[in-house]
Structure formats: structure tokens, C-alpha cells
């Protein structure tokens, strides 16, 4: 069922003691569950997970990683699993986000394997993509998010989807401050809303999530929910300040 969220990504922000204080913050703003058609999600380091998921359970704020490694275990130094993900109550993960692209290599054929890791693990998968600004100059823009949906996630079989949140993320308007537009991030989930009830169907498509990303932030969260097709905002720079991220949350 489709559902209204707002997923802060707070990226490599915020020691134990920072996190603590603004997870303390907001759960002064949501003390208790919000209803059903609410989610509200947090993503802070590695390290800062399990205390976060000590003092947010029973609570309205759920907790997703930043990032996994497609194997359950093995040689790879520095790296974190999804089995020990949902060993310490981590169920929801980041997948493909820009930055990991980007900075660290990230490949369609490792966010494959990603994506089949975490749905055998039972988590459920905030899966990011958007095109670079020359993209979008060229007016290539819908040409690549439909492939990197196609490369990523058009080979899952319909039950799949039930685990897959998408969002949207121009490349060019995170962390820039620069936004886009509300009609412009309508368009593009409308599109995207489309291509995948062409793959799949209507009501499936219906009932996925698509989130918006890229410099959202209190001032603009309204304008940008409010369109029919934008159903939660996948948030940066703005989800490290209580007042910021509670705001936004008000607003959809
Ligand atoms: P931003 O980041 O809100 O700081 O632009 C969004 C994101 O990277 O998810």
C-alpha cells in the first residue's frame, strides 16, 4: 500500500552524541505512532545504528542503513552485511544513492546484487537514482532514470516490489540548495509512476512509494508533497536540524 514518508539520510553527520540528541528531539515532536499511511525514517552511520534503534523502538521514527554489502559474509574488510543489519533490528536500507554511485563506484550490476541481498534478507530497500545536470540540460533526463530502474529493479518479479521504496534524486539538486521545481518533480514521478505500471501494472504501480530528494527542506516540503505523484521526500542537509526535519514532516 502506498504510503506517505519522509527519510532523513544523515550521511556521515553526527557522532553517538549528536545522534542521540536530535533522535531525543524528534521523538519529543512524535512521541508515538503516526497513523497507518505515515512513516517516518532515519539512516545514521554504521556505527550509530543500534543505539538508534534501542531508543526508537516501540516509537513512530523507524531506522534504515545508508548502505550494505551484497554478500552475507566473508573477506571483505570494512564492509557490512544485511544478515548483521537485521541482527541488530535494521530492516529498511539505502540503496544506490548518488554519492555511492559517484565516490565509490557504485555500479547497476552491484546494486543488482544489492537489491537481491536485501530482499532475501527480508529488509525492505529505499532505492535511489536521478540524472546528472548535463542529463538534463540535453534533455536526456527521462532516458536515465529509465534505465537505471531497468538496469536495477525491472528484472524483480511483481512480489519484489512490495519491499521497494523509490526516490527520485536529481543529481543536481542535492545538497546544492538548488531544487526542483514542483512541476518538474511531478513530471518526473508521473513518468516514472508510468514506466513501471508499462513493466508491470497499474495497481502496482499505484502502490510504490516515490519519494523526492535533493534539497528539500522546510520551506519548500509543501509545495513539493503536495503534488499527486510525490509521495515522501528522501532528505539530506535538512534532516540534521530537529526543527528542519519536523517541519517537513508536518508537511506531507
Ligand atoms: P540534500 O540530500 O537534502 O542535502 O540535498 C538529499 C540526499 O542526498 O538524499
Known sequence: ????????????????????????????????????????????????????????????????????????????????SATMLKGIGVNIVIL?????????????????????????NKMEIIFCFGEMLEDRKSGNHFN???????????????????QIILAYEPVWAIGTGETASPEQAQEMHAFIRQIVSKKYSQELANDVSILY???????NAKELLSNSDVDGGLIGGAALIAAEFTAIIKSM
Open 96 to 120: 544506490g544513492h548518488s554519492e555511492r554511485r559517484s565516490m565509490f563506484n557504485e555500479t547497476d550490476e552491484m546494486l543488482v546484487k544489492k537489491v537481491e541481498s536485501a530482499l532475501q
Open 144 to 162: 536515465v532514470v529509465e534505465q537505471q530502474l531497468t538496469n536495477a529493479l525491472f528484472q524483480l518479479n511483481e512480489s519484489a516490489w512490495k
Open 1 to 80: 500500500m502506498r504510503k506517505n514518508i519522509v527519510a532523513g539520510n544523515w550521511k556521515m553527520n553526527n557522532d553517538l552524541e549528536a545522534s542521540k540528541l536530535l533522535i531525543n528531539n524528534l521523538l519529543q515532536e512524535f512521541p508515538s505512532k503516526l497513523d497507518a499511511s505515515k512513516r517516518i525514517i532515519v539512516a545514521p552511520t554504521f556505527v550509530n545504528l543500534y543505539p538508534i534503534v534501542e531508543i526508537t523502538q516501540n516509537t513512530a521514527i523507524e531506522v534504515a542503513a545508508q548502505n550494505m554489502h551484497f554478500a552475507q559474509s566473508g573477506a571483505f574488510t570494512g564492509e557490512i
Open 213 to 219: 530528494g535533493g534539497s528539500m527542506k522546510a520551506s
